[in-house]
């Protein structure tokens, strides 16, 4: 085991993975020399080479497009989209092309290209280096939707998206690249796609959530205990397809559930969330289910603290859904 | 090969129509009456008789496909009859090992590449013996085995596929080629121009073939240049043109273009001036009966095999249909599959409920 941040654990991943196996090449913009505008594919370069650690011109279209054409032909890409707000350029090729890949080839081809892209809020950065847009892949059939929330988990789920056989848009939040630290796992390991992580473990009230606001929900879920309320935190890491059963399990248990994230609240995945819940478990709810979100508005530059679901803004909801 | 430019002779001209195929930048091979033209190299006349042979097979699936959508019988179809020499040619001068990325116009790329003709239909019918198991409309075909990539509608999206199937083609240090078909209007979409600036950076062995049906009446709402072929120039690829409706110059530049490829010096860039079928010149300038004239004239194609061919054909694709046709649809529960690898959770319980 070594201390690593969220950067190190994924740089570490990506380094076992080039040498284990060949077939993987990264791309994108100033991935090679520069090492990635947050550093996540730092020294790459100089270690595997100019075929491998491809600096590409300035277009998420063409990364992407041709990241498929390398899948197509065995290769295992793993393209950089520099910030997640930069991806439409490359959703007609995500959603049209990758996803759809094997089911329109009648599973003669799969499209295992795994896009790594920071997400999320709270780094000063505006509308266009701050969103979080993970629901707009999952609604269209085909993608595997990953957020990790610490380095370990990181290494180990970037592993498996590696080496599944389908597409995995890999999304990396932002906040936590260097603040969230933690013991990493040496070499080989994986964390299984699919499976989420009961963080902290309580009876009054379910907390769902993941990426960086993980931290935020486990800081109102320890202020809520000093007010009696016994919160149970679950990382989904896996956004798609979701750990229904972990999901499930929770509330049948607590019987009571608030669901965290920072992307709109509308047709958000907190929304898909509760409507499972509702079919797989409404006889056990004790209380309506709630959403502490980012709001129905682009991401606001000077005002993005108050745009953010943190702490204060989950402590009173988990508190009146335990009071209900 | 040239390059094409803006030459003198283009400034002002305002009227393009069969002479532009007569234009020294153009690479011709045979005259609209079959006869060659006075540099063209020594030919494989064998070749030259499997391509027409290909070629008649692709009109006649073509044309009974085109029929089948008429009666109602299959979805929505895009014949291309006419475009012959450019889908057929180009896959003819192709190598075993290389790939093609067609549009959904260019299916019958796949009847060249070693499909059958009652896949061919099965694929039309979208049956349960598809081989993309009914999951695309017609013109949708897919071949993995044949190195056949599967088409989609969003148009361009292929180039920049090609470009990268070539390029990790190349990092393996393998000897491939990657071809994408595409019309004219594609060269207006944001893939074009993806494809063709990473084609240019990494050198990569593709070729892209463009079938420019559109002139003369249609460039103009699309373009500012005189050609297709000169876009090239600005992402360093170069741009060729041939006469689209001489399969012998299709196959003699995409022949050049896939071995400057495989030479390591890059894609190539081929406009192809394809006079569609219904267009007013398009009978005259028909790639079949053009490349029917050469043949008979070098003795190697007679009305009697003329009359065997049309007859084994129609034979085939009629047996074709009617397997086709008779063939099940897709059981419901495939709907769920090849979604992933693997049958996930939900797409489980939606399949089973």
């Known amino acids: 085991m070594a201390q690593m941040n969220m950067v190190q654990a994924i740089n570490d991943a990506l380094r076992f993975e080039m040498q284990r196996d060949d077939r993987v090449v990264v791309l994108g913009e100033d991935v090679g020399k520069v090492g990635g505008v947050f550093r996540v594919t730092a020294g790459l370069f100089d270690a595997f080479g100019e075929d491998r650690v491809i600096d590409t011109p300035l277009s998420e279209g063409g990364i992407i497009g041709t990241a498929v054409g390398m899948a197509l032909y065995g290769m295992r890409p793993v393209p950089e989209i520099q910030f997640s707000d930069f991806i439409f350029p490359a959703y007609d090729q995500i959603v049209s092309e990758i996803a759809k890949y094997r089911y329109r080839s009648g599973g003669q081809y799969g499209c295992p290209v795994v896009i790594r892209t920071p997400v999320g809020g709270g780094i000063r950065g505006g509308h266009y280096h701050s969103q979080s847009p993970e629901s707009q892949f999952i609604h269209v059939a085909g993608l595997k939707v990953v957020c990790p929330a610490t380095p370990e988990d990181a290494k180990g789920l970037l592993l498996a998206s590696i080496r599944d056989e389908d597409p995995v848009m890999f999304f990396e939040p932002k906040r936590i690249y260097r603040a969230a630290r933690g013991e990493v796992p040496e070499g080989d390991f994986t964390v299984e796609i699919g499976k989420a992580r009961v963080v902290r473990e309580g009876d009054h009230v379910t907390v769902i959530t993941y990426g960086a606001m993980l931290y935020e929900a486990l800081d109102a879920a320890a202020k809520a205990e000093a007010e009696g309320v016994d919160c149970e935190v679950i990382d989904l890491r896996t956004l798609w397809p979701l750990d229904v059963d972990a999901i ?38 004790e209380a309506p289910p709630r959403r502490v979100t980012g709001f129905d508005t682009p991401f606001p530059y000077t005002l993005e603290m108050e745009y953010l679901p943190l702490s204060h803004r989950i402590l009173p909801a988990l508190v009146e859904t335990a009071r209900f | 090969m040239t390059t094409a430019t803006r ?29 060659l033209v006075s540099d063209a190299p020594e030919l494989d006349e064998a070749l030259v008789v499997e391509l027409y042979r290909a070629m008649s097979r692709a009109r006649a699936c073509d044309s009974r496909a085109a029929a089948l959508r008429e009666e109602g019988r299959i979805g929505a179809y895009l014949g291309a009859p006419g475009e012959e020499a450019t ?6 001068a192709l190598r075993d090992d290389d790939w093609v990325f067609p549009g959904l116009r260019e299916h019958t790329v796949s009847l060249a590449r070693g499909a059958s ?209 008779a063939a099940p649809a897709p059981p419901r529960t495939t709907m769920f599959d090849d979604v992933f690898a693997t049958l996930p959770g939900h797409l489980r319980d939606q399949r089973d409920a």
Not at chain 1, 271 to 280: G, H
Not at chain 2, 8 to 35: I, N, Y
Not at chain 2, 87 to 92: D, F, R, V, W
């Open chain 2, 87 to 92: 889908t057929i040619g180009s896959a003819l």
């Open chain 2, 7 to 35: 030459t003198q002779d283009d400034q002002g001209t305002t009227t393009r129509g069969a002479d532009e195929a007569m234009r020294q930048d153009v690479v011709r091979v045979l005259s609209a009456d079959g006869e």
């Open chain 1, 248 to 285: 499930v399990a929770s509330v049948e248990k607590t019987g009571r559930v608030v669901v965290v994230h920072e992307a709109p609240k509308s047709c958000g995945l907190a929304a898909e969330i509760v409507a499972l819940i509702n079919e797989k478990a409404f006889l056990r709810l």
């Open chain 2, 117 to 325: 003709v009652e896949t061919f239909f099965h694929h039309l019918f979208g049956n349960a013996l598809d081989p993309a198991k009914g999951r695309q409309m017609p013109g949708g075909f897919t071949a993995r085995s044949l190195r056949i990539a599967s088409a989609s509608a969003p148009i361009g999206t292929q180039l920049t596929h090609a470009v990268g199937l070539a390029w990790a083609a190349r990092i393996r240090k393998d000897d491939v080629v990657a071809l994408a078909h595409f019309g004219e209007r594609a060269t207006s979409s944001g893939p074009f121009h993806d494809a063709m600036n990473f084609a240019g950076v990494f050198k990569t062995p593709a070729v892209l073939l463009c079938r420019n049906t559109g002139w003369p009446q249609a460039s103009s709402s699309e373009t500012l240049t005189d050609t297709f072929a000169e876009k090239g120039i600005a992402y360093g690829v170069p741009g060729v043109r041939c006469d689209g409706n001489d399969p012998l110059a299709v196959l003699r530049v995409v022949e050049h273009a896939v071995a400057r490829a495989a030479r390591g010096e890059g894609a190539t860039l081929i406009e192809a001036l394809a006079h569609p079928l219904d267009g007013p010149e398009g009978e005259r300038l028909d790639p079949l009966v053009r490349l029917r004239n050469y043949l008979g004239l070098r003795g190697r194609w007679s009305d009697e095999a003329q009359a065997e061919l049309d007859q084994s054909l129609r034979h085939e694709i009629e047996a074709a249909v009617l397997a086709a046709s």
